[in-house]
């Protein structure tokens, strides 16, 4: 039986200050309490006394405490987390842990990091990492109790540098042990073909500052080799900058509402593509993949509502939440998700992905050919002749 004795007024006085935060709502200013609150905290308080009193080994208050906050930040979703307040000072001033990195974008999946996206050329990518792939150990720290700015962090470090992993793969059901040598990040993969005659290919693997123009050029550069249809490759793109991604939207298909935002108090606002000149205006399919992910899945969701472009490939990552860092009192922080990005026509993909109009799944044993950039063209021809035939 479990002893029950003073030891229980002194778990009162460690969650003391939990419920006075939780109750008068300190960092956000709030002063009414939350229906119900008081009994959520109770049972806190008894499982916090339990566990502090009959776990084998002897916890420790603050780490049991992290562990509470981190695990309610996460409950929320992927994109939530708490930052120690030395965390949080590094947040607060955009630190890195160093220049270079691996080329993944993370978040967390059963409790663990996992790969959103590895750009292509990176570390990641030539080393076969993929989406969906739990990053389970990093430097000999299980990513359990890390969140997924912690775990980028981790990557991180001096060009030349080795990282070590332990990597349990989407495909296979064991854990593998890796070493990657870290590498400065570059500019966001692009690159242009011409995979037929007339048909040209568009590849776009991030959207950041600098990637506008570079895509005006591209799509020039296209238009100049006589291109008049478009397969614009968005496969493994998780961003960062939605306002790249607005702003590429406009040169596709002008001026107008590229993606909305939904807040719980605020409302619903309207991401609008500035007046920049359209720049193509030929038939185009998008090319989507898991990989697919943030301000990439906002192009692809704006360029399938405004313009009635077919989405090719598989379901993207459902990455579509708004954050901010807020500080609290103690000098800790907190990432929240505060709002979410909806297509033109007021859809989410939050946590779902956006479903491909034309499925396709890679096959890696069709050597060296594409069968999703294949499907691509198959379908801007038969939009051509659907067009014709009309």
Do not use: C, H
């Not at 301000?295 to 598989?314: F, Q």
Request: aromatic content about 4%.
């Amino acid at each position: 039986m479990v002893r029950v004795d003073q030891g229980r007024k002194a778990m009162l006085a460690v969650s003391g200050a939990l419920v006075a935060f939780v109750l008068l709502g300190g960092v956000l200013g709030r002063t009414l309490a939350v229906e119900g609150t008081y009994s959520f905290l109770k049972l806190f308080n008894e499982v916090l006394f339990l566990v502090r009193n009959n776990y084998v080994e002897q916890a420790k208050d603050d780490a049991l405490m992290e562990g509470a906050y981190r695990g309610m930040l996460e409950a929320l979703d992927p994109q939530s987390e708490y930052f120690t307040a030395q965390e949080a000072q590094r947040v607060a001033r955009g630190e890195r842990s160093g220049t270079a990195d691996v080329g993944v974008v993370l978040s967390k999946r059963r409790g663990y990091a996992v790969i959103v996206s590895a750009m292509q050329g990176s570390p990641a990518q030539k080393a076969g990492l993929e989406s969906g792939d739990l990053l389970l150990v990093i430097e000999g720290r299980s990513t359990l109790r890390m969140g997924a700015w912690e775990a980028a962090q981790t990557l991180q470090g001096k060009p030349g540098t080795e990282v070590r992993l332990s990597v349990l793969r989407s495909s296979e059901p064991r854990a593998e042990e890796m070493k990657l040598i870290r590498k400065l990040p570059g500019k966001s993969p692009l690159a242009t073909s011409l995979p037929e005659p007339g048909t040209g290919l568009l590849r776009l693997g991030g959207l950041q500052e600098g990637d506008l123009e570079r895509v005006r050029k591209a799509l020039g550069s296209l238009k100049s080799q006589g291109a008049a249809r478009l397969v614009l490759d968005l496969r493994s793109n998780a961003g960062p900058s939605v306002e790249v991604a607005v702003k590429i939207a406009a040169l596709l298909g002008g001026e107008g509402t590229v993606a909305k935002v939904a807040e719980r108090k605020a409302g619903t606002s309207e991401l609008k593509a500035p007046p920049l000149p359209a720049v193509w205006s030929g038939p185009m399919v998008v090319l989507v993949d898991a990989g697919t992910a943030g301000a990439g899945e906002v192009l692809a969701a704006a360029l399938r509502d405004r313009l009635g472009v077919p989405l090719v490939g598989e379901k993207t990552w459902g990455m579509g939440t708004v954050q901010k860092v807020i500080s609290l009192p103690s000098g800790d922080g907190i990432r929240l998700s505060v709002g979410k990005y909806l297509s033109p026509d007021g859809k989410e993909w939050n946590g779902t992905g956006l479903s491909p109009d034309v499925a396709q799944a890679r096959d890696e044993s069709a050597g060296s050919e594409d069968l999703q950039i294949r499907k691509g063209i198959e379908v801007l021809k038969k939009g051509s002749e659907e067009r014709k035939a009309a």
